[in-house]
């Protein structure tokens, strides 16, 4: 026996485990909100528009750390509902930004933790290369910022705690999907398939409560997917969820966010409008 055909079974084992160690981790089933965590909600992006309560309020915009002395002045009666926006693999960039304002304008409080506040946060992706999967560890981190945020949401009194949305995109999205618990109003998940061609099972598919709003959205020709129209798509594991929605939008801009379509972003409106709580 040759020595190569010696070590080949161990260079095999060694293969696999690097394999093993590149594909994307499961969410934790005790999830530890880490430091990290919370710096994430600490500097998390807030926009709230304000002129629903009241034609002389003004809006607040900015890091949560910077804007959170003017809750203060917020009317004691007010209960807003809320966005708890989830941004793509390579952070609050303009996308994210414009996602936030788009959300803030149809009347909810939009808080957008900043997953790489802690520089110890490795990106899952290269943006423009399309490539992903780069950090394994990411999808727990994102479960855990979900923890934290919504633990720190319910801190807030003028927050409508009946009507706090989960909203991601890309990797965001993934991490929403993923989800198991029934806190939230609904969920809206952009610019994901729902891993049906990409990711392998653990991370795969939908773990939302069966019975919660969900509405996913994706370009058929998003190019962090198939770019020949056959990525697949939440729908695929929406049976018999009553309340869910799978939409993809045709069209050939290669698009990845939601709002550079209209026929998406009215969609977007829609469902979120159905979830808000009626004005008296």
Known sequence: MSFLDAIRPILLVAILAGV????????????????????????A???????SI???????FGRLRHVEGFFADLPANAKL??????????????????????????????????????????????????????????????????AVALAELRKLPWVDHAT?????????ALAAANYPGHEFRGV????????????????????????LPILALVSRYDPWFDRTGHAGTCGDYMTGRKYGQSIVIENRGLHHITWMDERASAAVRHFLK???PPRL
């Open 20 to 43: 093993a160690a590149m594909s994307p981790k499961p969410p934790a089933k005790t999830i530890d909100p880490a430091p990290a965590a919370f710096q994430a909600w600490r500097n």
């Open 45 to 51: 992006l807030v926009e709230i528009d304000l002129k």
């Open 54 to 60: 009241g034609p002389r309020q003004r809006g607040i």
């Open 81 to 146: 509902p809320a966005v708890l926006y989830l941004h793509d693999c390579p952070g609050l960039k303009i996308e994210a930004v414009r996602d936030v304002e788009e959300l803030a304008a149809i009347g909810f409080a939009v808080f957008a933790p900043d997953s790489f506040d802690s520089r110890a946060r490795k990106s899952d992706c290269v943006r423009f290369d399309f490539v992903a999967g780069l950090n394994p560890e990411a999808y727990v981190q994102r479960q855990a910022e979900i």
């Open 164 to 172: 706090i949305i989960l909203y991601g995109l890309g990797e965001g």
């Open 188 to 211: 809206v998940l952009t610019g994901w398939t729902c891993g049906a061609s990409q990711y392998a099972e653990d991370v795969a598919g939908l773990k939302t409560p069966a019975d």
């Open 274 to 276: 159905a979830l808000m």
